[in-house]
């Protein structure tokens, strides 16, 4: 896990400024930058603003349905995507695809990241 940097801060606001997005997000990303945790399961990373504003450029919001903004801001090892919507909701894609089906995984990011939690003291 990276704490956030000065640089991160200013990807953050770079991100803000190219799209809204939740503020749950921003504030994960004045805290933290980004997260690599290969050990879990098949893996869980949670990308740095940077990577996400370079994916949203190249590949546009994810299309769910009823979401006007969704943004793409981890994947697992699996190569599957997370989004989070302007409604807060964290949404998974069904396979390892920018474009496929998405299914909600967590109510709110704050859910995600104890579900998160709860992955990591189950494999200690």
Do not use: C
């Not at 949404?91 to 496929?100: Q, Y």
């Amino acid at each position: 896990m990276a704490l956030a940097t000065d640089d991160s801060h200013r990807a953050t606001s770079a991100l803000v400024d190219l799209t809204p997005i939740p503020s749950d997000l921003t504030t994960l990303y004045w805290v933290i930058s980004e997260a690599s945790l290969p050990d879990v399961d098949s893996g869980y990373f949670i990308h740095s603003p940077a990577t996400v504003a370079e994916h949203f450029r190249e590949y546009g919001p994810a299309p769910i349905d009823g979401e006007w903004i969704a943004l793409v801001f981890a994947s697992d090892g699996g190569g599957r995507l997370f989004a989070i919507g302007d409604s807060g909701q964290i949404w998974k894609s069904a396979t390892a695809s920018w474009f496929d089906n998405f299914d909600v995984a967590a109510a709110s990011l704050q859910e995600f990241l104890e579900q998160l939690d709860g992955r990591i003291i189950n494999q200690s």
